[in-house]
């Protein structure tokens, strides 16, 4: 009896390297129709190589976006038309906004970090949003940008994009 606390412990350890072997959502649910502070975590290079470029592409139905500097780091937007035009609230609206936002720098593969952005999420309770991300490095590339068929889990996939699950709507 005394291995299964061990057991255990080595796959909790396990767990929690595999999740850092990916790009991730620090946050992995959030209200429908809400703010939310999207912090894309990267646990690594490419194959020992640093990575220089962090691409996150924001899903249709997210607007409002303001990606946070990071210093050391060069901050980039791609602004890009809307399908249709958004009710920003407070009688304003916008037809286009940051679609992309790209970070470039410099991060060792030995290091870990943290990109984040605020945005403002559709209202669609129940519904699952993919921020795929582009890293790419002095040698090579990973592209989390893999999105899960129907029936399907983001843990068959190689490189997933990181997912938002939305919740109900704050207070209901």
């Known amino acids: ?22 790009a991730t959502l620090e946050t992995r649910e959030a209200p429908a129709d809400s703010y939310y ?13 640093p ?32 399908p249709q035009p ?3 609230g407070h009688g304003r609206t916008a037809s286009e906004g940051v679609r992309e936002v790209v970070w470039s720098g410099r991060l060792p ?8 952005a605020r945005v403002k999420l ?3 309770p129940g519904a699952t949003l993919y921020f795929p991300v582009v890293q790419a490095c002095e040698k090579g590339a990973h592209r989390w940008i893999e999105i899960p068929a129907a029936g399907r ?7 997933p994009a990181p997912a938002l699950r939305l919740g109900p709507k704050a207070g209901h």
């Open 86 to 88: 958004v009710d920003l």
């Open 153 to 159: 889990s983001a843990d068959d996939l190689e490189e």
């Open 37 to 49: 502070k999207a912090v894309i975590r990267v646990g690594h290079g490419c194959d020992g190589s």
């Open 51 to 82: 990575t220089l470029t962090l691409r996150l592409q924001i899903p249709d139905g997210v607007v409002a976006v303001k990606p946070m500097p990071k210093p050391g780091w060069t901050l980039d937007t791609v602004i890009a038309p809307y």
């Open 109 to 116: 593969d030995a290091h870990y970090d943290e990109f984040v």
């Open 122 to 124: 559709p209202d669609r």
């Open 1 to 22: 009896m005394k291995s299964l606390p061990v057991l255990a412990a080595i796959l909790a350890a396990t767990a929690t390297s595999t999740a850092f072997a990916h």
